[in-house]
């Protein structure tokens, strides 16, 4: 049996979590593992709407009109898609099981993942999961190729494909859907952080104001001039390749100097490059450290470790901290040795940065670490002009 990467693979069920896993089975394997839907979504380059226009069911070819970009922006206005080099497995699949699944008029979800040669894809029509991908490097007229019905996937979403949309245009649009008044939160994810998302959109209130946590749908920020908060999520600006440019850091300041606030998670810091800071106005390096628990609080600090939570600083779970910072920056806590930064506070024109050096990458780190998230959230909000 041929051998594929791991990599190829989660990319078929769009949750590429890391370059530098391998080893893999069959590529068209059923997705066993019982992936959330948050992790779908994140892993995924685009998530696009469709409607069913055209089944052939003689030559198992199916045309489908792109109706909505949900997440990214496609290059496809239609996918066609080939059934008829789909798998047999049993009574598990088959090019003619899901061709009954199709009628003219259906909607149908794509979720697709880009790669350097081909786009992998999963897809929702008619309550059913299937996997497709183009056979080459993505072209707008190509043909893509069914693979096979996902017979797991119903763990991560089962129902309706109708349903399905309503619930990701809440979860990848909810500030449409926000109660006038509410403190809009605009995250910029990175691969680390995907738990920390989960995590800030649990709260649904805080300091007496409805809040809505929304991620951004590209590097550029474009509904940045909506919202009152801008989180960087853990490690989303500190990637080899730095996700901002110059005009979107512009933004970002210009976002703070009229009364936003950027509330700046972890950061990474090796010894051959340095987390870049060109969205912050003043100096601050970033330095690798070991992660450690336990930071020292100022009495800048306030009621940062109090309200509404009373934490105790020694259990804050940090990595990489911030050294030298400009003398426009106020220290609110320094790590355990009392030297580098663990969170300052910088005001620029109206608004404010809060930069940390939390570690929120997985699921254990932030069940250490919520309460002091709640507490910058309530600081940053009662900040708010």
Known sequence: MKKTSTYRTILYCFLTLLLSIFVL???NAFVERRYALQEVISESTNIIFGTVTSVDSKRMRVIVKVTDNIKGKSIFKEIK???????????LTSPKMFAKKLKVGLPIIVFYQKTMGSVDALGHVNGTWFQM?????PKPKMWWNFTHIEVYMHRTYKGSTEDFQKLLLKMLKPFDFAKPGSIKILVLMGNRSVAEFAALSKWDKIANKPLVCQPAQSLELPNLDKVQILWLGYRAVSRRKYPLDASTEERIKNFVRK???VIVSGQDTDPKWQCATGFLPEPIIGVEKVAVNGIQPNKAAGNLFKTPNRISAEQIRVDDMWTQPSPKYNILATGGDGQDVAIATLKYGKGMYI???LMNGQNAHLKVNKPILENLLYFAIRALR
């Open 355 to 357: 930069v940390t050096a």
């Open 81 to 91: 898609i080939n059934i008829a080099v789909g798998q047999y497995v049993g009574r």
């Open 25 to 27: 089975p069959n590529v």
């Open 133 to 137: 991908r183009t056979p080459g490097r």
């Open 259 to 261: 009364g936003g606030i």
